[in-house]
C-alpha cells in the first residue's frame, strides 16, 4: 500500500475531529437492490463522499481511491472481492451474506498474511431492529425448552437460509450451550425432505420465499404453555441504511480487525 494511503487511512481511525474528515467511499454490488441503495445514502450523507461504484465486469481498480468499501454483492464473489480489498489495505463493510466459521477464518488469515491491511466489518444484518431482534433471541434463548427460526425473503434472493437466520441460529445455540440447556425436543422419526428446515447447530431454521415481501423473520420459543414470539420485518431496503453508515463511520475505529455484527457499534 503506499504510505500517503497508509497514513489517510490510519488518519480515518485516529484524527478526533473526525467530523473535518470526509471518509470516501466505495461501493461494490453499486447496480444492485441494496448497492444502488448504499450508493444513493453515501452520496446524501454528511462527512461521506462516494468515490467509486463497481458492479460486475467493472475493474475494481477505482475503488483504491477509496478509505472504505462496502460490499453488497453475492455470496459467490463476495470472497474474492474481500480478499481484494485486505490486500489493498482497504478497510470494507460487508452486507453480502454466506459467511460461516470458515469463511470468517479465511478473513483472519488475509489479515494476519497482509502487513496493513484494514479492519473488516460484517454485517448479517444492518437493520437497527434486526439487530435488536437477534440480541433479544439470544438472551431469551436459554429460558425456553424449544426454539426455531423462521426466516421469509422476497423470491429474489439466492441464498437459504438468509445470514440473519444463520447468524441468529448461531448466537441462539451459543447461549443455550452456554446455559447447558439441551436440543429442542423434537420426536421426528419421518419425514418428507426439508420440511423440518435445516439444522443451523442443532437450531431448526425455515426458510419461505414469497412475491410481496422484502426480509423478515421470526424466531419461536416455546416453554411450559407458553410461546414467546420475537418477529422483526423490513419494509423496505432503506431501513438498512442508517446501520449501514454507522459501520462505514466507525469501521476504522473497531478494536479488532475482524467484528461480525454491529452490536458494539450500537453498544449492545
Ligand atoms: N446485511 C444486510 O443488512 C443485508 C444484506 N443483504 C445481502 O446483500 C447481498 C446483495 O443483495 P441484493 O442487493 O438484494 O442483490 P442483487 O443481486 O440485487 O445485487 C448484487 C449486485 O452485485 C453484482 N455483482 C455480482 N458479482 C459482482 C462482482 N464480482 N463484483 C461486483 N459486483 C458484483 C450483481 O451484478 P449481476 O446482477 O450482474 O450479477 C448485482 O448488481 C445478498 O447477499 C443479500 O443477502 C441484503 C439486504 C440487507
Ligand atoms: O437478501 C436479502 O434481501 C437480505 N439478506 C440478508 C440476509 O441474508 O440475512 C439480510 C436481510 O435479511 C435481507
Avoid at 43 to 70: F, K, N, S
Avoid at 89 to 117: C, K
Wanted: one cysteine or more.
Amino acid at each position: 500500500m503506499p504510505p500517503e494511503r497508509a497514513r489517510r487511512r490510519d488518519s480515518i481511525a485516529r484524527t478526533p475531529d473526525r467530523e473535518e474528515l470526509v471518509i470516501k467511499v466505495g461501493v461494490l454490488g453499486a447496480r444492485g437492490r441494496m448497492g444502488a441503495e448504499v450508493c444513493r445514502a453515501v452520496a446524501g450523507a454528511d462527512g461521506m463522499e462516494l468515490v467509486a461504484a463497481v458492479d460486475e465486469g467493472d475493474a475494481r481498480d477505482a475503488l483504491t481511491a477509496a478509505d472504505v468499501v462496502v460490499d453488497f454483492t453475492h455470496p459467490g464473489v463476495v470472497m474474492d472481492n474481500l480478499r481484494w480489498c485486505v490486500e489493498h489495505g482497504l478497510h470494507v463493510v460487508v452486507g453480502t451474506s454466506g459467511f460461516d466459521p470458515s469463511r470468517l477464518d479465511a478473513v483472519r488469515g488475509w489479515q494476519a498474511e497482509s502487513s496493513g491491511a484494514g479492519n473488516v466489518l460484517i454485517g448479517p444484518n444492518f437493520g437497527i431492529g434486526a439487530v435488536l431482534m437477534m440480541h433479544f433471541a439470544q438472551k431469551a434463548a436459554p429460558f425456553f425448552e424449544s426454539v426455531e427460526v423462521v426466516e421469509l425473503h422476497h423470491p429474489k434472493k439466492v441464498d437459504a437460509p438468509s445470514g440473519t437466520a444463520y447468524r441468529t441460529a448461531e448466537l441462539i445455540a451459543a447461549a443455550r450451550a452456554e446455559a447447558g440447556v439441551p436440543r429442542s425436543p423434537d420426536a421426528t422419526t419421518s419425514e418428507l425432505d426439508g420440511a423440518r428446515g435445516t439444522d443451523v447447530e442443532g437450531v431448526r431454521v425455515h426458510a419461505v420465499r414469497l412475491s410481496g415481501l422484502i426480509a423478515h423473520q421470526e424466531v419461536l420459543l416455546g416453554g411450559h404453555g407458553e410461546v414467546f414470539t420475537i418477529r422483526h420485518d423490513s419494509m423496505n431496503r432503506e431501513s438498512f441504511m442508517p446501520g449501514v453508515l454507522l459501520a462505514v463511520r466507525k469501521v476504522a475505529e473497531l478494536p479488532d480487525r475482524l467484528t461480525v455484527g454491529i452490536d458494539p457499534l450500537l453498544g449492545l
